[in-house]
């Protein structure tokens, strides 16, 4: 069985930048689609960001402009750069993936463990 592991969340000012990575383990993610998903407190999870097996993006309404989504194949790994956080992106983020198409669901086969976002005002 594969692994996703996300790393890189912490806490950060408004407006600061943060870097998330997810590294896979267990298979190559080069035939697959990756992606972002977040939860706050209270709410549900929400689609941020997602890359196609043949590196097409997408992108959450509410992040359009500030996140950027990019795949390393030779890494096995998949980063989320946030830039202009709001305090509005305080989350768990989750690192998903599934077999080459993007869905904006959370019908994902696998997913990360989640690592802690915090933007203070």
């Known amino acids: 069985q594969g692994q996703l592991v996300e790393s890189g969340g912490g806490t950060v000012q408004a407006g600061g930048s943060l870097r998330l990575s997810c590294a896979a383990s267990?298979?190559?993610?080069?035939?697959?689609?990756m992606g972002w998903f977040r939860q706050a407190p209270g709410k549900e999870r929400e689609f941020v960001a997602a890359?196609?097996?043949?590196?097409?993006?997408y992108y959450g309404d509410s992040v359009k402009d500030r996140f950027t989504i990019s795949r390393d194949n030779a890494k096995n790994t998949v980063f989320l750069q946030m830039n202009s956080l709001k305090p509005a992106d305080t989350a768990v983020y989750y690192c998903?993936?599934?077999?080459?198409?993007?869905?904006?669901?959370?019908?994902?086969?696998?997913w990360g463990q989640g690592t802690q976002v915090i933007v203070s005002s």
């Open positions: 890359v196609s097996w043949n590196d097409t993006t």
């Open positions: 267990g298979r190559t993610i080069s035939t697959y689609a």
């Open positions: 998903v993936a599934r077999k080459f198409i993007v869905v904006l669901t959370t019908q994902y086969d696998f």
